[in-house]
């Protein structure tokens, strides 16, 4: 269930790392191991903050692997002052008009306020 489109968060992200030269954003609706096959890629990263993200993330890696030996997942653990974030988190932020101004870029935080119809706050 998510707030904004594949589309919608797409924009966002690429505007959130538009001033990295090296990053592409996209998305799939395909296998992962085999979107990473279609762009060349042998190595997936992801973002852990909790245990529970590592067991489904490993199951995944476990599974990728499987399915094509010559892509390797590496993990990547988030800094302690993010671990407990969450879009969930954020949102009921939202929902009871909370700062969240540490925790999202500006741009982002006024698509959400759109999103739930509060005044988009500059």
Same mark, same amino acid.
């Given at each position: 269930?998510? /707030?904004?489109?594949? =589309? =919608? ?11 990295? =030269? &090296? ?8 296998? /992962? ?21 590592? =067991? ?5 890696? /476990?599974? &990728? ?13 988030? &800094?302690?002052?993010?671990?407990? /974030? ?37």
């Amino acid at each position: 269930n998510y /707030l904004f489109s594949s =589309e =919608e968060r797409c924009a966002m992200i690429r505007e959130s790392v538009a001033h990295l =030269e &090296n990053v592409e954003v996209d998305v799939s609706s395909s296998l /992962l191991v085999d979107y990473a096959k279609s762009k060349g890629a042998q190595v997936i990263l992801k973002g852990l903050r909790t245990v529970q993200d590592f =067991e489904f993330e490993l199951q995944m890696a /476990l599974t &990728n692997k499987k399915l094509d030996s010559d892509v390797e997942t590496f993990f990547m653990v988030t &800094n302690n002052q993010y671990s407990y /974030l969450s879009s969930s988190v954020v949102r009921e932020l939202m929902e009871f008009d909370g700062d969240v101004s540490d925790f999202i870029p500006p741009h982002v935080e006024k698509a959400i306020r759109i999103k739930y119809g509060k005044d988009a706050r500059e």
